[in-house]
């Protein structure tokens, strides 16, 4: 029973956060502003949170075998939707749809574990589930990433189109001023840019040079600008707040048709050029192949990947072609994963064929006569009990602001990556893809943490210390990024950030089934709610605060706050008071196994 729903929780994280990998093409393939992208990231934690409690409930209700595969079912269907999306409103609704979908996920594995496992090993096997999850957001980017490319092959055109050109005017700009930033003239230029674009610009004939000029020269004169000030080191305004200058179709056309000339051709660069350049493996291998050996297609798609790598914000991904295949895939395999799930899975262990009378002895034993029992006949949710409960509003204050510090691993660092480090697409997946492998370790470490300080500081503190302990350690981490650490030096920090994260996950859930008896669902649901309401502001949250100045050292100082805060609420959290004590009536009638 572990296992498979540990499988399942691996696919639920990789159906999660595949999209926030994707998001760069999903962005240029669509149309969508910043702000778009965040709503979207965002939308998906608001029906998740709040579809917790009653997903929780309904498989409290109706058995875990039933619902869970319902769910499951859902997710993938939604998630081979996204491959169909065609606008931003679209995407939306997919995107809150599949929060609804995935919010009983947890809540479901609560409740099986607090039937199928002993009590002293309720840490260990709640971790080894939230593991399964950590692991399939760790292979997110990275499979992703590598299923993007390979969707692509040579057979795709490699060929510009006029909507390849995310920014006309930025790219005219970018080719009058090779290797200079549009944003500022004191910018010291990328060398290696300046190189490569000025043999672009050398290639290109007389009539779309003057155009090229013409366009640059709009951004050289806007506000009261002129050449003048530019030649002495003043700022330019940055180019989201000039006005956009005009070219013409025929002009963009003309570009278009010249570049796709120069894209079959060899002689424009040399492979050193590019050794200080970010490029992907797909590049790099083509760009080791002597050039009278390559293909025509070869070519083309290395003098594509070339441009892409000089224009990066100009000129649209060629691997964004592969986006759509890869959430049709992931659907395809999470219906079988459901189908899979219902052949396995059994409620409880009396209802299995293969569950003995011993094992259904062992797992009874050892559970603290003052805990209530996982079993019986389940009413309404216990909403007030849960309201007066001074633990479980801690406790969720605590998930609320561990979620706020932890989203950024799953949206931002993908864009942090590439706009601070320029780190190219399967880099930046394995850049991704560590500090979510750290996790796991964390995630496992916690749950056999927890479970052993049961026997030496009681159940309260046993609970309590691991989420104390790893939200200051998190902070800490957090703090280290706002000394402008080099690449890896981040991806290290974001792994403490990672592994201190996901120590605590085992004392979570532990505290859940500890306090939730027979409504471990309910209750796991409810803190799950709060604590994915703080994961639902965080994407458009951390965008605002980040803002077009690029401040990613004031996202970092929101994420160690939100830690803090995280840390010091656990300190009144006692999981020795349940919920529903055993000689307190709840809505439902008493019954047992």
Request: some cysteine.
């Amino acid at each position: 029973m572990v296992l498979m729903t540990t499988l399942v929780s691996m696919l639920l994280y990789l159906d999660r956060f595949c999209i926030s990998f994707a998001e760069i093409f999903i962005k240029e393939d669509l149309g969508l502003s910043d702000t778009q992208i965040g709503w979207i990231l965002s939308a998906f934690f608001w029906t998740y949170a709040l579809a917790q409690v009653p997903s929780g409930w309904l498989s409290d209700r109706f058995g875990v075998r039933l619902m869970l595969t319902i769910y499951i079912f859902g997710w993938s269907v939604l998630t081979g939707l996204t491959g169909l999306a065609m606008s931003f409103v679209m995407l939306l609704v997919i995107r809150l749809g599949f929060g609804l979908a995935q919010a009983g996920a947890y809540p479901s594995s609560a409740n099986l574990i607090s039937k199928w496992v002993p009590f002293a090993a309720r840490g260990t096997a709640s971790a080894t589930i939230a593991v399964g999850g950590r692991i399939g957001g760790a292979l997110a980017p990275l499979v992703t990433a590598y299923l993007i490319v390979a969707f692509v092959p040579l057979s795709v055109p490699s060929k510009l189109t006029p909507s390849d050109l995310l920014d006309p005017g930025r790219f005219f700009y970018e080719l009058a001023q090779p290797g200079q930033s549009p944003s500022s003239s004191k910018t010291p230029p990328n060398e290696a840019a300046r190189r490569i674009g000025s043999q672009i610009l050398a290639n290109l004939s007389d009539q779309t040079r003057e155009n090229v000029q013409r366009v640059a020269e709009v951004f050289f004169t806007s506000e009261g600008e002129d050449q003048s000030s530019i030649e002495a080191g003043d700022d330019l305004l940055p180019l989201d707040s000039r006005p956009p200058p005009h070219v013409t179709e025929e002009e963009s056309g003309r570009l278009i048709e010249e570049l796709n000339l120069l894209l079959g051709q060899t002689d424009w660069y040399e492979a050193d050029d590019f050794f200080n350049v970010p490029l992907g493996n797909e590049a790099r291998r083509l760009l080791a192949i002597t050039k009278r050996e390559l293909t025509l297609d070869e070519k083309r798609r290395l003098g594509r990947l070339l441009m892409e790598a000089v224009y990066p914000a100009s000129i649209k991904k060629v691997h964004g072609h592969g986006w759509r295949a890869v959430m049709f895939l992931y659907g395809f395999v999470g219906v079988l994963i459901a189908a899979f799930y219902w052949w396995c899975v059994r409620d409880r262990p009396d209802k299995h064929p293969r569950c003995n009378s011993e094992e259904r002895a062992l797992i009874r034993r050892g559970r603290p006569g003052d805990m209530p029992p996982p079993v019986g006949v389940v009413g309404a949710v216990p909403l007030a009990q849960l309201l007066r409960s001074r633990s479980m509003w801690l406790i969720c204050l605590s998930q609320w602001a561990t979620n706020v510090g932890w989203v950024f691993l799953v949206t931002w660092l993908p864009r942090y990556l590439v706009e601070v480090h320029d780190v190219p697409l399967e880099r930046r997946a394995w850049m991704v893809f560590i500090p979510a492998a750290v996790g796991w370790f964390g995630t496992i470490a916690g749950g056999r943490l927890t479970d052993r300080l049961v026997h030496g500081v009681g159940l309260r503190w046993a609970r309590a210390l691991p989420l104390f302990f790893s939200r200051l350690t998190a902070m800490a981490a957090y703090l280290c990024c706002l000394f402008d650490p080099g690449p890896w030096t981040a991806v290290v920090a974001f792994s403490v950030v990672a592994f201190s994260t996901d120590l605590g996950t085992g004392s979570v859930w532990a505290f859940n089934q500890d306090v939730g008896g027979r409504y471990a669902g309910s209750v796991l649901g409810w803190g799950n709610m709060w604590g994915n309401l703080g994961a639902a502001i965080t994407p458009p949250l951390l965008i605002g605060i980040i803002g077009p100045a690029h401040n990613w050292n004031a996202a970092f100082l929101t994420c160690a706050a939100a830690f803090f805060i995280a840390g010091v609420a656990v300190l009144g959290v006692d999981a020795t008071i349940p919920i529903v004590p055993l000689d307190e009536p709840d809505d439902s009638h008493s019954g047992d196994e």
